[in-house]
T-cell receptor, first 114, second 110 residues
């Protein structure tokens, strides 16, 4: 596709349920990032992929969070046993390796845990 | 201390004003410095980037980097209502690893 695509755009889930968020990066982009944006908190780095490997998982807030990327393309962020504090907009971005200064963002998935 | 500090505002200015947005950082290894603009309910989009120290100008926008002070700025001249958005600074090492500031919400009033 022409841009980074994220699905679903909105997700409401009950506390304790698992959710999967999907990111389709721009074709050919080897770097992929997940961020979380909470109201008034700015962008919080979660995890970064180079190809299918994740050199930096330091931003994942707890072991309830995991992410994978397959085929150097699609990535899924999974949150297990969701809590209300997980409510936020989850943003995915991708970039070409050699132009790492420009990351293209999707529109995000707005997650609400009730 | 956060790696990147940015005043979240909000900042409200009249149309035509000069806007100054700033970030400080702690990691002297950062080499790439970016400013992203995010409109409501949209993903951030790259506005400007600078490598190492110096100034960069693009139309009404000027980005400045002072590595000795670990301080970066974005200036917007002749601000317009369409500039109303959240502005996020970002910094990167050489390995694709970006760190963002919290973002400053700007409103330009007609």
């Amino acid at each position: 596709g022409a841009g980074v695509s994220q699905s679903p755009s909105n997700k409401v889930t009950e506390k304790g349920k698992d959710v999967e968020l999907r990111c389709d990066p721009i074709s050919g982009h080897t770097a992929l990032y997940w961020y979380r944006q909470s109201l008034g908190q700015g962008l919080e780095f979660l995890i970064y992929f180079q190809g299918n490997s994740a050199p930096d998982k330091s931003g994942l807030p707890s072991d309830r969070f995991s992410a994978e990327r397959t085929g150097g393309s699609v990535s899924t962020l999974t949150i297990q046993r969701t809590q209300q504090e997980d409510s936020a907009v989850y943003l995915c971005a991708s970039s070409l390796f050699y132009r790492s200064t420009e990351a293209f963002f999707g529109q995000g998935t707005r997650l609400t845990v009730v | 201390q956060k790696e990147v500090e940015q005043d979240p505002g909000p900042l409200s200015v009249p149309e035509g004003a000069i806007v100054s947005l700033n970030c400080t950082y702690s990691n002297s290894a950062f080499q790439y410095f970016m400013w992203y603009r995010q409109y409501s309910r949209k993903g951030p989009e790259l506005l400007m980037y600078t490598y190492s120290s110096g100034n960069k100008e693009d139309g009404r926008f000027t980005a400045q980097v002072d590595k000795s002070s670990k301080y970066i700025s974005l200036f917007i001249r002749d601000s317009q209502p369409s500039d109303s958005a959240t502005y996020l600074c970002a910094m990167a090492l050489n390995n694709n690893d970006m760190r963002f500031g919290a973002g400053t919400r700007l409103t330009v009033k007609p």
